[in-house]
C-alpha cells in the first residue's frame, strides 16, 4: 500500500515563474492538505481540498492555488514566484471530515532563485 | 495571536534514558493533538494522537499526556534510541477537517 507520494522531490525556479507540485494521497484516502515548511520552522497550513473543492484556507496569498482530481490526487501552484517562498511543501492525505491521523508525504524542497 | 508552541527547542538526551517533550496550546477549544517525528530531508510521520476527552495515551514506546486544565501537552519516549534523533512536532487541530497548526519543534539529540 502506497503512502503519500509527492512529484517532483527537488525544483529550482526563477523569482517570477509559476511552479506546480502535486501529489498523490494514501490509498483510500480523501482528503489532501498542503503545507508550507520554511527551514528551522513548523509547517504551516496552506490549505485543504475535500471532494474536489477548497475546503479550507490558510493565510496565504491568492498567487497560492490548487487543484483536487476526482481520483484525490492534488496539485498545488504558485504563481509570480519569490525568493520567500523557498521551503519544503509538504502533502498530508486524511480520510473524511473528522479529526483523523494525517499522513504526510516527503515533500518537495522548491528553491527560488 | 493563538498558538501551539513548544517550551524547549533542543533536548539532549543519554541513550538508553527517557525523553520528555513539552507543548502549550492557548486555544481551549481544540480538541484533537498530533505528534510528529521529522527527520532531515523527510517528510513528518505521525508518532501518536490524543483526543481531549483522554488524559493519556500509550503506544510503542511513547506516552502522550494531556492536561486541559493548563493547556499542556507532553510526549514521553523511553528508553531513547539513536533513531528516535529528530525534530518532534505537536499539532493542534482546531476544527473538523484535520487543519493542522504546528508549533515550532523540539530538536532531539540522543548520545551514544
Known amino acids: 500500500d502506497a503512502g503519500v507520494t509527492q512529484s517532483p522531490t527537488h525544483l529550482i525556479k526563477t523569482r517570477g515563474q509559476q511552479v506546480t507540485l502535486r501529489c498523490s494521497p494514501k490509498s483510500g484516502h480523501d482528503t489532501v492538505s498542503w503545507y508550507q515548511q520554511a527551514l528551522g520552522q513548523g509547517p504551516q497550513f496552506i490549505f485543504q481540498y475535500y471532494e474536489e473543492e477548497e475546503r479550507q484556507r490558510g493565510n496565504f496569498p491568492d498567487r497560492f492555488s490548487g487543484h483536487q482530481f476526482p481520483n484525490y490526487s492534488s496539485e498545488l501552484n504558485v504563481n509570480a514566484l519569490l525568493l520567500g517562498d523557498s521551503a519544503l511543501y509538504l502533502c498530508?492525505?486524511?480520510?473524511?471530515?473528522?479529526?483523523?491521523?494525517?499522513?504526510f508525504g516527503q515533500g518537495t524542497r522548491l528553491t527560488v532563485v | 495571536g493563538e498558538s501551539v508552541g513548544l517550551h524547549l527547542p533542543t533536548l539532549s538526551v543519554q541513550e538508553g534514558d527517557n525523553s520528555i517533550i513539552n507543548c502549550a496550546y492557548s486555544?481551549?477549544?481544540?480538541?484533537?493533538f498530533i505528534w510528529y517525528k521529522q527527520e532531515s530531508g523527510k517528510g513528518p510521520q505521525f508518532i501518536i494522537d490524543?483526543?481531549?476527552?483522554?488524559d493519556k495515551r500509550q503506544g510503542q514506546r511513547v506516552t502522550v499526556l494531556l492536561n486541559k486544565t493548563v493547556k499542556h501537552l507532553s510526549l514521553q519516549i523511553a528508553a531513547t534510541q539513536p533513531g528516535d534523533s529528530a525534530v518532534y512536532f505537536c499539532?493542534?487541530?482546531?476544527?473538523?477537517?484535520?487543519?493542522?497548526?504546528f508549533g515550532g519543534g523540539t530538536r532531539v539529540l540522543v548520545k551514544p
Open positions: 486555544n481551549s477549544a481544540s480538541d484533537y
Open positions: 499539532a493542534e487541530n482546531r476544527a473538523a477537517g484535520n487543519k493542522l497548526t
Open positions: 498530508a492525505s486524511s480520510s473524511g471530515r473528522m479529526n483523523t491521523e494525517a499522513f
Open positions: 490524543i483526543r481531549s476527552n483522554m
